[in-house]
């Protein structure tokens, strides 16, 4: 390929690439707004008695998920157990919590916190609870005021608990809809994010894909020539597509690298790695697949 061709090569895979990881920085901030407007509960959360669930065997299944507990009436201030990988929590510093974090806590901006060895705690019944993350999308969120505390054993089972399933929570062994009462108030308070955004995002997939698939074609018409000269002079026809597609390949995986960075360093701390790095890949992968393919239907039809 001549300069040209490679440049609007790179450009075609960096712009869907981009489209990729863009669709699924915006979905991960569509998931956390529509937890904050929810109060941290999805639209699937159910109050259960906690007599009916044991949190702990939770941590036994293949399901991703938080139990919530009221700790002090406000609604504010609440326990929280985390087990399999859940939608990320609303935050704009720090971290998401872990299945295996203790004593940690998610607060909002406006609770008070002690600083003890350059490290933010709070307390509550005699525990230190360290700040790893501040609650909502933005500092001044309407979750300014709450107080999220992870410890194993601070759920009580004397009170009635919040579950978020994801799949709902039907989806836990021993749990049935009877059992469940929807929970009102704050997760009742949503927008029409949770109505257009999934439409939006279906339709950015699809745009994406397309476009790789059509930036594959056009790859495998700058590569069509040399690839077939070299069958001419004999070269078998997986070795013409190995030395097509490698460089190709390794192309897209510069490429990768680099949306997958800007993509990390843009989506502060609603970050996902794994999500972002599939995101970002995919859209390359389905190119350089599409590529390989055209080669090898072109070549079928090539005489030496």
């Not at 863009?22 to 529509?34: D, E, F, K, P, T």
């Not at 002079?233 to 597609?245: A, D, E, K, N, T």
Request: hydrophobic share 50%; with cysteine.
């Amino acid at each position: 390929m001549n300069l040209r061709k490679v440049i609007l090569s790179a450009v075609l895979l960096a712009l869907f690439s981009s489209l990729g990881a863009g669709i699924s920085v915006y979905a991960n901030v569509r998931s956390a707004l529509s937890l904050e407007g929810g109060d941290l509960l999805s639209s699937t959360a159910v109050t259960l008695d906690s007599t009916a669930l044991d949190p702990t065997l939770l941590d036994l299944t293949s399901l991703s998920g938080r139990v919530f507990q009221d700790l002090d009436g406000s609604g504010d201030l609440r326990a929280v157990r985390t087990f399999g990988h859940p939608a990320a929590l609303p935050i704009h510093e720090g971290r998401q919590l872990r299945a295996d974090d203790e004593l940690v806590a998610l607060v909002g901006d406006g609770v008070a916190t002690r600083s003890d060895d350059g490290r933010q705690y709070v307390d509550y019944a005699g525990q230190a609870f360290a700040v790893i993350g501040r609650l909502g999308v933005r500092a001044d969120s309407g979750l300014a005021q709450d107080v999220l505390l992870q410890a194993p054993d601070l759920i009580s089972v004397d009170e009635p608990v919040f579950v978020d399933v994801e799949g709902g929570v039907r989806q836990v062994a021993g749990v049935t809809s009877e059992m469940a009462a929807p929970v009102g108030g704050g997760a009742d308070r949503r927008t029409n994010i949770d109505f257009v955004s999934p439409i939006v995002i279906i339709c950015g997939w699809g745009l994406t894909l397309l476009g790789a698939i059509a930036a594959g074609l056009l790859i495998a018409g700058f590569l069509r020539p040399v690839a077939a000269l070299q069958y001419r002079l004999g070269l078998r026809r997986p070795r013409v597509v190995m030395l097509s597609v490698l460089p190709l390949a390794w192309f897209a995986g510069a490429v990768f690298v680099a949306v997958s960075t800007g993509a990390l360093l843009s989506a502060g701390a609603l970050r996902s790695l794994p999500d972002l790095a599939a995101a970002a890949g995919l859209p390359l992968a389905v190119s350089v697949v599409v590529s390989a393919g055209a080669l090898v239907a072109s070549l079928g039809r090539t005489s030496r």
